[in-house]
């Protein structure tokens, strides 16, 4: 019996002898490598990370736009004299916070702050630990920093949000494996070069690929009966508001528009509900731009139920150029 368990132990020590490396050799891997694993998706957080950090150089910037993929996908920045974008799928206004603090510390302070959220992300969550903390955008500092604005009520970020920023801290194997697996480990260094090459040259905007000629399918807000948003993503987005007040940056928040299709089915309370949420930050911030308005354009300007295709690219981003730029 004695026998049996110490040879059992003995193969359980020399399993962990070979599970050690191979883990630290993935730990390593994943640290310093993103080039060679993320996907498109990740990859754009993490050129945003480096590009606060200064490893990709931004230009002297005097609007920052700040928004999810709607942005990212419908604006032409090298259309907007002085613009950068920091718009990235599924941001919320609590990466947006941080990319905000983030880029006052390395860089000078932009004149006008752009910030455009679908209600949908003032509602819920969706890059937040799977790019944002995957690509190490939040730290932990930061992460102390929302726990301690996430009231015990709050289940914007799940069950358990300390032990799975713990576990992406360690490169948990199951957090990053599918990426990995999609670029067959190495395979990816050639097509995020010339995705960070694209980034560089569009002032900070990413490809957002598959956009059809025109689309009348109904979007994500479709389906709310009612506007519901999330405490902590409300709370962050306050802090915005209050930072660019503080620090005398013009802000605007305005909307990207849905579709017609979308627009015209859109449940009647929610779009009250939206409308009453925003006006009460625009009565409390008289100084700042802040936009109640929810308006579409036509379904042949679409690529696909949210995002912009490219004539409804170049028409929302003459919009924008006429009613603030110029």
């Known amino acids: 019996m004695f026998d049996k368990i110490n040879a059992l132990k003995k193969i359980a020590f020399k399993a962990l002898l070979l599970v050690i490396p191979l883990y630290v050799l993935w730990f390593l891997y994943i640290r310093y490598m993103p080039i060679y694993y993320n996907r498109p998706n990740e990859l754009h957080w993490f050129f945003i990370k480096k ?3 200064k490893e990709y150089r931004i230009p002297e910037t005097d609007i920052l736009f700040l928004g999810e993929s709607r942005v990212n996908a419908g604006i032409d920045f090298t259309e907007i004299e002085g613009s950068y974008s920091f718009a990235a799928g599924g941001a919320t206004p609590v990466e947006m916070y941080y990319i905000l603090k983030k880029y006052s510390e390395n ?8 910030m455009s959220i679908s209600p949908r992300f003032l509602s ?4 937040f630990f799977p790019y944002a903390v995957a690509q190490k955008l939040i730290n932990q ?3 102390k920093d929302i726990i301690s604005h996430s009231n015990k009520h709050d289940t914007i970020l799940g069950k358990n949000p300390e032990l799975k920023f713990f576990l992406y801290q360690l490169n ?5 494996q599918s990426n990995v697996l999609y670029n067959y480990v190495f395979k990816g260094y050639k097509s995020n070069t010339r995705l960070i090459d694209y980034m560089i040259l569009n002032k900070g905007a990413s490809l957002h690929p598959g956009l059809k000629d025109s689309c009348s399918e109904l979007n994500y807000e479709t389906n709310y009966l009612s506007f519901k948003p999330a405490p902590l993503l409300t709370a962050y987005f306050e802090k915005i508001l209050i930072f660019c007040k503080r620090n005398d940056i013009f802000l605007i928040f305005d909307f990207m528009p849905f579709n017609e299709s979308s627009f015209n089915v859109m449940n009647k309370n929610f779009i009250s509900e939206y409308k009453t949420y ?3 930050f625009a009565r409390q911030y008289p100084e700042l731009i802040i936009s109640d308005t929810l308006y579409c354009y036509p379904d042949i300007f679409f690529g696909d139920e949210s995002h912009l295709n490219a004539k409804g690219k170049e028409k929302f981003t003459e919009y924008l150029n006429l009613k603030y730029f110029n």
């Open 278 to 280: 925003i006006n009460a």
């Open 141 to 143: 500092s930061d992460f």
């Open 124 to 127: 819920e969550t969706y890059a």
């Open 107 to 114: 860089y000078p302070l932009p004149d006008t702050v752009f």
């Open 51 to 53: 590009s606060l950090e």
């Open 172 to 176: 948990y194997f199951e957090y990053y």
